[in-house]
Structure formats: C-alpha cells, structure tokens
C-alpha cells in the first residue's frame, strides 16, 4: 500500500511539473516584420549607417521563436531565436536580450543580437550590449 501512494504522489508530481514552453520569456510584442532603418554606436559613436536605394533589410520574428531576414526582398537568414534575461550595461538592470541562432550569420550592418526594447509599439530597439557597442532600429510593418 505504501508503494502505491509513493507511485501515486510522483505521478502526480510529474504530471504537475510545466513544460519548457512556459518558462520562455514573452514575445508578443515583438511579432511581425520589421524594417531596418539605421545602425548607430561603435567608438566615440563613429558608425551610422543607414538603408540606401537597393539596399534594405526586413527582420520577421514568429510566434514559435522562429526568425528571418530579408534583404533586398530576398531571404539572406533564417533561424531560431531566443529571449533571455540578461543584465543591461546601459541601465544596469535585468532587461529581455534576444539571440538569434543562424546556419549561416553574415550581417554585418544590422544588430539582432542584444538587449531588445519596443517604444510605441511600432518601434524595436536592439543593442548589442557592449562597451563602445552598436544598436539597430526598426519600424513595424506588419
């Protein structure tokens, strides 16, 4: 009888224990297409690069943590990302950092790993989290 309550408690234990899925941080605000529009920072804050003609870039975040990048209209990236909770240099508080897992990660004018902030709703913020660092921003579409 002993062995059957056991049995029956650690059933009802493991039952009761959540998914990996319910620990991920929120991402809800920062679904849908986004628009490059500008890289800014570097050291003394040197580097500002803009979209030119023939030259753009969109970042597409999917509910199941799935992203890609389109540039020019044309998928350059596709992969996984992730959102964690990682100390802000810039604030000094815990803020909500994104990482992007890629095959293949050859960007090099737009940021999409780092600290990830969303103003107006329509606007997405994401800082490279370094010293003398680099930030991009971008305009929802969609």
């Not at 890289?39 to 040197?46: E, I, K, L, M, P």
């Not at 803009?50 to 992203?67: D, H, I």
Request: proline content about 1%; glycine content about 8%.
């Amino acid at each position: 009888m002993k062995k059957f309550i056991l049995i029956f408690i650690f059933a009802i234990g493991f039952i009761s224990c959540s998914s990996n899925d319910e620990t991920k941080i929120e991402n809800s605000d920062i679904i849908g297409k986004w628009n490059w529009i500008s890289t800014d920072g570097g050291f003394a804050f040197n580097i500002h690069e803009k979209p030119t003609t023939g030259n753009t870039f969109q970042l597409s975040l999917m509910k199941n943590y799935v992203y890609s990048i389109a540039q020019n209209g044309n998928e350059v990236e596709s992969g996984t990302y992730e959102l964690v909770m990682k100390r802000s240099i810039y604030s000094g508080e815990m803020e909500r950092f994104i990482i992007c897992y890629a095959k293949n990660q050859q960007l090099q004018s737009v940021v999409i790993n780092g600290i990830t902030k969303v103003y107006e709703t329509n606007k997405l913020d994401i800082s490279d989290n370094n010293y003398d660092g680099i930030g991009s921003g971008f305009v929802k579409t969609e």
